[in-house]
């Protein structure tokens, strides 16, 4: 069974930057991360694969957030600067448990294992 632990939410304001971390106990391939903002749908942010050489990012966040794994597997990193009121949300990471070394997706049905989410608050 795996087990997804995220941190490094917070408040910051426009323009600022976070890390958000997301450690995994159990084997995982593909790692996404999606947000949900208040009203509104879960939504699709990042995803990297298990290699680490192939990332997709929403095109919102394109240039801004960058998308990483350590090399034990066992870490992922969202990086994101130049944050925006727009960005405020709960973020989760997901991971999928299908082998792969290179395959990502953007749809949260590939990903059947989720972490319970950090808030991100960005003031105007």
């Known amino acids: 069974q795996v087990q997804l632990v995220e941190s490094g939410g917070g408040v910051v304001q426009t323009g600022g930057s976070l890390r958000l971390f997301c450690v995994a106990s159990g084997r995982t391939y593909a790692m996404g991360w999606f947000r949900q903002a208040p009203g509104k749908e879960r939504e699709f942010v990042s995803a990297?694969?298990?290699?680490?050489?192939?990332?997709a990012d929403t095109n919102s966040v394109k240039g801004r957030f960058t998308n990483s794994r350590d090399s034990a597997k066992t870490t992922v990193l969202l990086q994101m600067n130049g944050l925006e009121p727009e960005d405020t949300a709960v973020y989760y990471c997901a991971a999928s448990a299908s082998y792969s070394t290179y395959y990502i997706s953007t749809e949260e049905k590939y990903y059947p294992y989720w972490g319970q989410g950090t808030q991100v608050t960005v003031s105007s």
């Open positions: 990297i694969a298990w290699s680490g050489d192939r990332t």
